[in-house]
């Protein structure tokens, strides 16, 4: 397994991170815990969470991700043998995040401080390697960005302010490092720009979705990743499985996310002729559709790690050995010509 370095620290993770987003609504605690001890066994030494998982986020699950994380954790006692990631979330009006009364789900001081806290408590660990804004504090589309429209900049919280709450517990040894999930160009850079003047903790990563259908990190972020290593971390890398073929044909398979959670696969089966490219493309190759799509994006040098998850080990499996095949040439210019064809077609 691949170790590569995350952003300027002197921490190296795997170029495979094990994503747990289903885990609590199509996972029960005890798959968590194989898919952990599997993982870690096959030489992945990274993985992601954040507080509102599971997904889709609700009231009666908000935790639960971290809470099978925890009782893991607790029960292995291995805590320096992996980097462990989470996210507080972003505007938005899952106000269940929070103990207190709150109209939204925000990135201040005091709600930053409230989710730090208690996701060390459901994690059962005195501290977080990288902890992610998981989506902005500002008034704009997080997700399924299509076009630009302005927002009130007065009306959000301050970068410093955010800065300045997430370095105390730096500070504090509660955080490791910071990152950002699903952030902008601009938004990346103006916190760069601010911990380099004020002298505060500098972000090491950028978790964003990217694959072989949604490509538009290469747009601008790429190039600040390359420069200002801010590697992106790389989710959906199979467009919520469109890219393994199993939705071929319009198929929608019994338990799979397109049959249990519909209102998440919109922005990608409008991509039909784009995946079925990718997948018909893969087979040409010697390939399957699975193998095709995880190691592009292993193989960008931007990347610092690539999120998979799973329903089940064999799933699991499948994917990390996806990661073990050479990305040649034919491949390459194949991957080139599908995006030179379609130009992210999912909009997500």
Known sequence: M???????????????????????KQNTEAEA?????????????????????PVPGEAKTQGRTEAYIGTWIAARKNRDKYVLATKVTGRSGMTWCRDGDVEQTRH??????????????????????????????????????????????????PLEDILGALSRHVEKGNIRHIGLSNETAWGTMKFLELAERLALPRMVSNQCVYNLIARRFDYDRAEIAMREQVGLLAYSPLAMGVLTGKYDNSATPKGSRGDLFPQFMTGWQNAEAAYLDCNTTARKLGLTPTQFALKFVETREFLTSNIIGATSLSQLEENIAAHEIDWTDDMEREARRIHKTYRCPASR
């Not at 898919?35 to 507080?51: C, H, K, P, S, V």
């Not at 504090?137 to 630009?148: I, V, W």
Request: charged fraction near 30%; hydrophobic fraction near 30%.
């Open 2 to 24: 691949e170790l590569r370095k995350l952003g300027r620290t002197d921490i190296e993770v795997t170029s495979v991170c094990l994503g747990t987003m289903t885990w609590g």
């Open 33 to 53: 815990h194989d898919q952990l001890d599997y993982a870690l066994d096959r030489g992945i030494n990274f993985i992601d969470t954040a507080e509102m998982y």
């Open 108 to 157: 201040t001081p005091e709600q930053i401080d409230e989710a730090v806290e208690n996701s060390l408590r459901r994690l059962q660990t005195d501290y977080i390697d990288l902890y992610q804004l998981h989506w902005p504090d500002r008034d704009m589309p997080g997700f399924g960005f299509d076009s630009y429209y302005d927002y009130d900049a007065g009306e959000m919280t």
